[in-house]
């Protein structure tokens, strides 16, 4: 009987082969159903300032403007000071006036509601206090005006403050002899520094540190170890430190000179940062109406006010005296009122001359800190 070939394949194999045909098939088609289709990012256009903004924003500064005009009261002439740089500048006004205190606080509030609608983008900060109010106007976010509203009811005050003093003991004396709370503005590393004011605590006179701070011209004026917009932080405390020492009694500082140096915010900073940790205020002399002394010290809640006015831009003791009984005019108008003099001998005849009719149409001649609180709240 003949042999029977091998077999190749068998039944087996082919079931085999079936079930991995089959098995693949549907593991090709799950992976068709479980896949997505790719994420597509798009990117979201830009915002778009509107095309007339540069425009646009002066005009509606002007709005607000003419809408503070039409308020229930006559809104004095305002100080201007610009802001901004390139494209983006604008005027900073600021207003300061007396009026009645109001009786109803949210009647006082609603005032303002024209304001706010004069154009887009006007905000209103109203912060009200027991001896008057600011009120902060923005446009887009950006300060545009101030108005500094002191109630009445009490009397009108001027702080005179005397600088450039520490070089003559003898004008510090005929100045300690004039019957008013002048304030004394020493100068550090004087000839007579420590002497000045060590007179000034015997007469109850207050004591200020005069701080030289650079000039745009660079010049010194007469002044020692001026604080420099090159000096780092360092350096500034230990000046301070040193001028501290050098003016005993001290109990705030203004500015001499500083033109340069109160308009760079890094530097003023350092110093207002050193200021609050000694308890020291600072009053800006404004030799620049670019200085940014207050606008730094109210973000770090330094007690900060700015000069009104100089007394004695001349040397002519007529002009001065002028100057000095312009003084209650001034201060009925805007509540409390800084002036500056400084240590000449024309000063302290037009003071002595001039001062009693002060006093006499109801100003109330004061200290620098007995005004500084209320400034610090009205001013930037």
């Given amino acids: 009987m003949p042999r029977s070939e091998p077999r190749l394949f068998g039944w087996g194999w082919l079931l085999s082969l079936a079930s991995s045909t089959v098995l693949g098939l549907l593991i090709f088609l799950s992976s068709l159903a479980l896949r997505q289709p790719a994420?597509?990012?798009?990117?979201?256009?830009?915002?778009?300032?509107?095309?007339?903004?540069?425009?646009?924003?002066?005009?509606?500064?002007?709005a607000v403007t003419t809408a503070l005009g039409q308020l229930p009261w006559p809104v004095p002439r305002p100080d201007e000071d610009p802001q901004g740089a390139g494209a983006l500048r604008w005027t900073h006004r600021r207003y300061d006036l007396t009026l009645p205190a109001p009786e109803d606080t949210a009647a006082f509030e609603k005032l303002f509601d024209p304001v706010r609608a004069a154009a887009a983008g006007v905000t209103v900060d109203i912060n009200q206090q027991a001896v008057g109010a600011q009120v902060q106007v923005g446009v887009d976010g950006l300060l545009t005006h101030t108005l500094t509203l002191h109630?009445?009811?009490?009397?009108?005050?001027?702080?005179?403050?005397?600088?450039?003093?520490?070089?003559?003991l003898l004008i510090a004396r005929s100045l300690a002899g004039?019957?008013?709370?002048?304030?004394?503005?020493?100068?550090?590393?004087?000839?007579?520094?420590?002497?000045?004011?060590?007179?000034?605590?015997?007469?109850?006179?207050?004591?200020?540190?005069?701080?030289?701070?650079?000039?745009?011209?660079?010049?010194?004026?007469?002044a020692e170890n001026v604080l420099l917009i090159t000096?780092?932080?360092?350096?500034?405390?230990?000046?301070?430190?040193?001028?501290?020492?050098?003016?005993?009694?001290?109990?705030?500082?203004?500015?001499?000179?500083?033109?340069?140096?109160?308009?760079?915010?890094?530097?003023?900073?350092?110093?207002?940062?050193y200021l609050k940790q000694k308890?020291?205020?600072?009053?800006?002399?404004?030799?620049?109406?670019?200085?940014?002394?207050?606008?730094?010290?109210?973000?770090?809640?330094?007690?900060?006010?700015?000069?009104?006015?100089?007394?004695?831009?001349?040397?002519?003791?007529?002009?001065?005296?002028?100057?000095?009984e312009a003084l209650p005019k001034l201060a009925h108008q805007q509540g409390d009122v800084i002036a500056i003099g400084h240590a000449r001998p024309a000063t302290v005849a037009a003071l002595q001359a001039a001062l009693p009719s002060v006093a006499g149409a109801g100003v109330q001649i004061v200290s620098a800190s007995t005004v500084i609180a209320d400034l610090a709240l009205a001013r930037h």
Avoid: K, Y
């Avoid at 831009?313 to 007529?318: G, K, R, V, Y």
């Fill in 151 to 168: 109630w009445l009811g009490r009397q009108a005050r001027v702080a005179i403050l005397i600088d450039d003093l520490g070089n003559d």
């Fill in 39 to 62: 994420a597509v990012f798009v990117r979201p256009p830009a915002p778009q300032p509107p095309a007339n903004w540069a425009a646009d924003f002066p005009a509606r500064i002007a």
């Fill in 178 to 222: 004039v019957d008013a709370p002048l304030t004394f503005a020493v100068m550090p590393f004087r000839p007579f520094s420590r002497e000045v004011a060590e007179l000034a605590s015997l007469f109850g006179r207050e004591v200020l540190i005069h701080l030289p701070m650079e000039a745009e011209s660079g010049e010194d004026f007469g």
């Fill in 279 to 324: 308890d020291l205020f600072f009053i800006d002399s404004r030799t620049t109406p670019h200085s940014v002394a207050c606008e730094v010290a109210a973000a770090i809640g330094l007690r900060c006010a700015a000069r009104s006015v100089f007394l004695d831009d001349s040397d002519d003791e007529p002009t001065i005296r002028s100057q000095i």
């Fill in 231 to 273: 000096a780092d932080r360092d350096a500034i405390a230990q000046q301070l430190d040193a001028s501290l020492d050098a003016v005993p009694h001290a109990v705030g500082v203004n500015n001499h000179m500083g033109s340069r140096f109160t308009t760079d915010r890094a530097h003023m900073l350092w110093v207002l940062e």
